[in-house]
């Protein structure tokens, strides 16, 4: 099994800051990875997919890098909508075995 | 637009079975791979099974361990998951998604307690 890891579990930050979250993943997933952000009492949604795609209507202060084991999501400058939890997941694994990480909170510093 | 609906959950007992529906609408559920994902407060995100568009190709999470089937009615545009011989770690909310490798649609969950 591939395991993910994130980092860190909460984030602190001002509106209008940025913030960087991390996602490793324990062997090499290529870019077969993406990024979901999920708020409170609701279901994720897609933000980024194979790594650095943004998915339909995501705002561009999104943006997602690496690849191989090192993932990178990056919000340019937090919007009051932007608070959450934020997940990684991989896709490369075969037989499907698709693996997610375990959160990053991103919380009003 | 794309929506999915997913029913079924509840309050069971451990042993028991259930069927999970998702209906969907906004587009052809047969034309899609099309996946169940559950999250409890424990162990987080965890990917449960996928149904290739075929209709015939199907993968489990080695948790499953053979108690889960996903299946599709293409008349009734509906995803199901039967789960049988319940157990209290299949606690969480299931979540019906749209997609093979990622989910680019997620119905709103149905949530599943397993207690006696």
């Known amino acids: 099994e591939i395991v993910m890891t994130q980092s860190p579990a909460t984030l602190s930050v001002s509106p209008g800051e940025r913030a960087t979250l991390s996602c490793r993943a324990s062997h090499s997933v290529s870019s077969n990875l993406a990024w979901y952000q999920q708020q409170p009492g609701q279901a994720p949604r897609l933000l980024i997919y194979d790594a650095s795609s943004r998915a339909t209507d995501i705002p561009a202060r999104f943006s997602g890098s690496g690849s191989g084991t090192e993932f990178t999501l990056t919000i340019s400058s937090l919007q009051s909508e932007d608070f959450a939890v934020y997940y990684c997941q991989q896709y490369k694994s075969w037989p499907p075995a698709w693996t997610f990480g375990h959160g990053t909170k991103v919380e009003v510093k | 637009q794309v929506q999915l609906v997913e029913s079924g959950g509840g309050v069971v007992r451990p042993g028991t079975s259930l069927r999970l529906s998702c209906a969907a609408s906004?587009?052809?559920?047969?034309?899609?791979?099309m996946q169940w994902v559950r999250q409890s407060p424990g162990k987080g995100l965890e990917w449960v099974a996928l149904?290739?568009?075929?209709?015939?190709?199907?993968f489990y999470a080695d948790s499953t361990e053979g108690r889960f089937t996903i299946s599709r009615d293409k008349s009734q545009n509906t995803l199901f998951l039967e789960i049988t011989s319940l157990r209290a770690e299949d606690t969480a909310v299931y979540y019906c998604?749209?997609?093979?490798?990622?989910?680019?649609?997620w119905g709103q969950g149905t949530p599943v307690t397993v207690s006696s």
């Open positions: 998604v749209r997609g093979v490798y990622y989910f680019d649609h």
């Open positions: 906004g587009f052809t559920l047969s034309s899609y791979g």
């Open positions: 149904l290739w568009s075929d209709g015939n190709t199907k």
